[in-house]
């Protein structure tokens, strides 16, 4: 009874391999990267910057990180990528070793690294990390707990210096070769650096904010001019620099009467600095809610210092970001995995990424 | 004043007022009554100072209400991280083989079980792979990381042989003068 299967089988069996010889065999390639475009953005994981094009959705390649990478700083011109990266010999403890890595765009791969203090913060931050406006200084943020920066010049790779900064943190690059740093005196700090890269002057603003009544948050963003703050209570400030001076507006409010409704998430605005547009992750919420994940984006005109649309989310976001091209897009991460391209000028939906990966934040080039 | 100023003047001061005290005291009272008296001054002298300190922490421990294992624990107030409590530790306690960071957040957390407000350090406990479990976000008065002292979005690990992050634990310091 069972004769003829067996048969037949081993009939087939023989067959295969004459098969398989007559398709050519293929070997493994492997793809460079293209050259990035405006719209193209990076998905920074805890140990990872997934690169995705916006237009198409598709992703480009992967960075490697360290899990205390706070963020990506790029420079398009020289075609890079600086990484502030900390690793201990055994894993989780034994020697530990902080470096600034330096990618390259084509292969995504190190082409040089730069040993720094062990001391960076360490937290998946965007602003904890900074390149000088000339793009020569990669600036990153330490604590231990002592607050201050590290100067690295990643022109000629090397560590320059560090340069304290005790009450105060993030680094908002302004001109080329100064930055802000936000103090919890409630004022803003200016640390300009000379051409070698080391601290030549420090000035103090005046004081905009009570830290203990309502404390601007720890996540600015650039603007065409100078940077956007936001207060956990809702209120708006442009701050700028105009040569050594520190200059902060009027404050404005963004709640405008919804007065339950607070601003919040984790990396949760972003600003369209050629337009002056501005996203806002915003929730329902009192007081110390401010790392709640948004329901809705209001849309503000930073420059008439009003708002312009408000935007419903399916999902709650804790993040977003806004791409600086003539046709932005705006990237939303939400907080069932799902990771949406909207047309950030008519605020619709382009796609939703199938299958985006772990997420964290979103960052540009 | 300058700093250098206020020393030798103070010390001048304290050596004319001294030398007008002990004459003043050696005529009134007998030797032996004077090193009796002050013994007691001594020992009242050195109690004075730790008195505001030794109250916070001789206060009995605070009535328990609630399950350490969840982020709702009335401690867990300003808490932003894991439980240790979920992973082998308790609400007090590093599991086992990690390391307690000295340097901590501190929060202001009130107890539903006896209506007072207590100061809460919130001390991570460090050196190994981190315990993904029961993590919470809570950010009662919870200032940014440029105030850093409550501050609870800061990997805490400090002074530790390893700075990596394992999980959180909440520990009474005594109770709060006042909640802002």
């Known amino acids: ?365 | 004043m300058s700093r250098p100023q206020v020393i030798p003047n103070g010390y001048y001061w304290l050596d004319q007022t001294a030398r007008a005290s002990f004459r003043l005291l050696a005529r009134r009272i007998s030797r032996r009554s004077f090193l009796g008296r002050l013994g007691a001054m001594l020992v009242g002298a050195a109690a004075l100072p730790l008195l505001p300190v030794a109250r916070a922490f001789a206060q009995e421990t605070p009535t328990e209400v609630g399950d350490s294992k969840t982020c709702e624990y009335w401690r867990y107030c300003a808490l932003g991280g894991t439980l240790c409590a979920c992973c082998g530790g308790t609400h007090k306690t590093c599991p086992p083989g990690a390391e307690a960071s000295p340097i901590t957040w501190v929060g202001t957390c009130r107890n539903g079980a006896d209506e007072r407000d207590y100061l809460i350090s919130y001390n991570d406990c460090c050196g190994k792979a981190v315990c993904a479990r029961c993590g919470c976000n809570r950010t009662e008065r919870d200032k940014p990381v440029y105030f850093p002292s409550n501050s609870n979005n800061v990997l805490w690990c400090f002074g530790t042989e390893a700075r990596t992050y394992h999980c959180t634990v909440a520990v009474v310091l005594g109770e709060a003068p006042e909640a802002n």
């Open chain 1, 1 to 365: 009874m069972m004769r003829a299967p067996i048969l037949t089988a081993l009939f087939l069996s023989l067959l295969v391999p004459t098969a398989q010889a007559q398709i050519p065999a293929e070997t493994v390639g492997s793809e460079t990267m293209a050259p990035p475009a405006d719209n193209w953005f990076i998905s920074k994981s805890s140990t990872a910057g997934y690169i995705y094009d916006a237009e198409t959705g598709e992703m480009q390649g992967l960075l490697s990180l360290s899990n205390r990478t706070a963020a990506v700083e790029v420079s398009r011109e020289r075609g890079e990528f600086y990484a502030a990266e900390g690793y201990y010999s055994r894993g989780v403890h034994g020697e530990r070793s902080d470096i600034v890595a330096v990618y390259d765009f084509e292969n995504l791969s190190p082409i040089a690294e730069i040993e720094i203090p062990q001391k960076i913060e360490g937290q998946p931050l965007r602003r904890h990390a900074g390149l000088t406006g000339n793009g020569r200084y990669f600036l990153v943020f330490n604590m231990t707990p002592a607050q201050s920066v590290t100067v690295v010049d990643v022109e000629n790779r090397t560590f320059v210096g560090e340069v304290s900064t005790p009450g105060c943190a993030v680094i908002m690059p302004v001109d080329d070769l100064a930055f802000m740093t936000i103090c919890g005196d409630g004022m803003l700090q200016l640390i300009q650096l000379g051409e070698d890269g080391r601290e030549t002057s420090r000035v103090r603003g005046d004081r905009f904010f009570d830290v203990q009544i309502d404390p601007v948050f720890d996540r600015p963003e650039p603007t065409a001019g100078g940077w956007w703050l936001v207060s956990y209570e809702g209120k708006a400030f442009d701050v700028s620099v105009d040569g050594t001076d520190i200059v902060v507006s009027e404050a404005w409010d963004l709640l405008a009467g919804d007065d339950q409704w607070r601003p919040g998430g984790r990396q949760f605005y972003g600003v369209h600095a050629p337009s002056g547009y501005a996203y806002v992750l915003m929730h329902q919420g009192g007081e110390y809610t401010h790392y709640q994940p948004g329901t809705e984006i209001w849309v503000y005109d930073i420059n008439a210092q009003r708002r312009v649309e408000r935007i419903e989310l399916a999902a709650p976001a804790s993040s977003l970001f806004v791409t600086q091209s003539d046709e932005p897009k705006l990237i939303v991460p939400d907080q069932e995995g799902g990771l949406h391209v909207y047309d950030a000028v008519k605020l619709t939906v382009d796609r939703t990424i199938d299958n985006p990966g772990p997420l964290g934040f979103i960052q540009g080039f």
